[in-house]
């Protein structure tokens, strides 16, 4: 385990090294960084045979173990992120250089002002189109979602009205007597008004006469 832990220390030390390498570099970055991440699985292959080590040292050993084993996890994710970087940095400056030589080769030739209405004409004409089609596109979402909820509450009416119905035969109610509740519904309602309106009267003229 020490010799594959001494091993893997220094291929990360040769990994750094190689990314001074790779700040200097300039046509060979690529070769450079191929290298690293060719160092780099090596170093988490060796990482992984390492943790299975570990389990098989003294107990009064593995504590210590591990840590150096973590830290040579640590070590390999640091580098890692670090070539991510550095690829990206490369990127954008290849990136740039090609605008830049893309600029400098571009030949410029002044448009007559007819062209430019007529670009700024199409340019208006799509956008209103686009507004239009989203417009109808949001209508026949709403109309969707109305329909969708009048289903819905026909389906629930439709359930109520059965299982009112299933519980008049269950009671053994008749018309007769279903319209006899409805009358005193419509009796106790008036009455219920009525004591309302006299009550106000009553608290109106209490008020008046302690006034």
């Known amino acids: 385990m020490d010799t594959l832990y001494n091993q893997t220390n220094k291929l990360i ?79 954008r400056r290849e990136a740039a250089a090609n605008e830049r030589e893309q600029l400098l080769s571009r030949r410029f030739t002044a448009n007559p002002d007819m062209t430019t209405i007529n670009i700024d004409y199409a340019v208006q004409h799509q956008g209103s189109l686009q507004n239009v089609h989203r417009g109808v596109d949001e209508m026949l979402v709403t109309g969707n979602n109305t329909l969708e909820s009048l289903r819905n509450q026909r389906v629930t009416l439709k359930g109520a009205h059965k299982r009112i119905m299933d519980m008049a035969n269950t009671l053994g109610l008749s018309n007769h007597t279903m319209k006899l509740i409805e009358k005193r519904v419509h009796e106790d309602k008036f009455i219920f008004i009525l004591g309302v309106f006299i009550t106000i009267i009553v608290i109106i003229l209490v008020v008046i006469y302690l006034t």
């Not at 090596?42 to 389990?55: A, E, F, H, M, R």
């Not at 840590?67 to 690829?87: E, P, V």
């Open 13 to 91: 030390q040769q990994t750094q090294a190689s990314f001074q390498l790779l700040e200097g570099s300039g046509k060979n970055a690529l070769d450079i960084e191929a290298d690293i991440q060719q160092k780099l699985d090596v170093i988490n292959s060796n990482c992984n045979k390492l943790d299975l080590y570990t389990l098989k040292v003294p107990l009064d050993q593995r504590q210590n173990a591990k840590m150096r084993c973590d830290q040579l996890k640590y070590d390999s994710r640091h580098l890692q992120a670090a070539l991510a970087a550095a690829q990206q940095k490369r990127l």
